[in-house]
């Protein structure tokens, strides 16, 4: 018999999650088929703007509270909430049954162009080919996109390959990289009614 289709009947797609630890607190709340609605607030104003860009991108409903010690540096606020957020995307994709399980995007802002390609494949691995052009966006050291990143796959137990394919402008090698994830996401989380409610794997699980 194949498996129930992960959004079958009443069956919601969400996840609430909270992570508390002696350096952040964060709560994060998505819904996978919803429309890019957002609240977010992490004290860390260009990351929010990156959050905005996976909600509004991949049509994902991204509710993001943290509070971290920011009177540090950012680093443990920005790895903790790609912790916390790869958290909720695994509970929310749930079994992965009848998932296309791989998305792709290439997106482009004015000189800058990423891809980003996704497998929700149940294995956390990271590969990240970012140049950036310069070592900070006003306030945000790029260094930490790599850690969000990195804590988000540890999580949701995906592979990620991100590649900036050319850029001037750090805050577009940036934008373009997030905007792409959460256009890849949106792709390898549609639920694929020809796999019948089949996981897209031959062992039948992820």
């Known amino acids: 018999m194949p498996e129930t289709p992960v959004n079958s009947g009443s069956a919601m797609r969400t996840a609430d999650i909270t992570r508390?630890?002696?350096?952040?607190?964060?709560?994060?709340?998505?819904?996978?088929?919803?429309?890019?609605?957002?609240?977010?607030?992490?004290?860390?104003?260009?990351l929010d703007h990156m959050l905005d860009q996976i909600a509004r991108h991949g049509l994902i409903d991204l509710d993001i509270q943290a509070e971290g010690d920011l009177h540090i540096d950012s680093h443990h606020t920005v790895e903790d909430v790609?912790?916390?957020?790869?958290?909720?995307?695994?509970?929310?994709a749930g079994n992965k049954a009848g998932l296309r399980r791989y998305g792709h995007a290439y997106v482009p802002l004015d000189e800058a162009l990423s891809r980003v390609v996704v497998d929700f494949s149940g294995r956390p691995g990271l590969t990240y080919h970012v140049?950036?052009?310069?070592?900070?966006?006003?306030?945000?050291?790029?260094?930490?996109?790599?850690?969000?990143f990195q804590g988000f796959v540890n999580h949701a137990l995906v592979t990620l390959h991100i590649d900036n394919l050319r850029g001037e402008n750090a805050h577009h090698q940036c934008e373009t990289v997030f905007k792409a994830f959460g256009r890849?996401?949106?792709?390898?989380?549609?639920?694929?009614?020809?796999?019948?409610?089949?996981?897209?794997?031959?062992?039948?699980?992820?």
């Open 20 to 46: 508390n630890t002696n350096e952040t607190r964060i709560r994060v709340a998505i819904n996978l088929d919803g429309t890019g609605r957002q609240s977010i607030a992490t004290g860390v104003p260009f």
């Open 82 to 92: 790609g912790i916390t957020l790869g958290q909720a995307f695994a509970k929310a």
């Open 131 to 148: 140049p950036y052009t310069r070592a900070m966006i006003g306030q945000f050291d790029v260094d930490l996109a790599r850690e969000f």
């Open 184 to 206: 890849a996401l949106r792709m390898a989380l549609e639920v694929d009614e020809r796999q019948n409610g089949a996981v897209p794997s031959t062992k039948g699980v992820l």
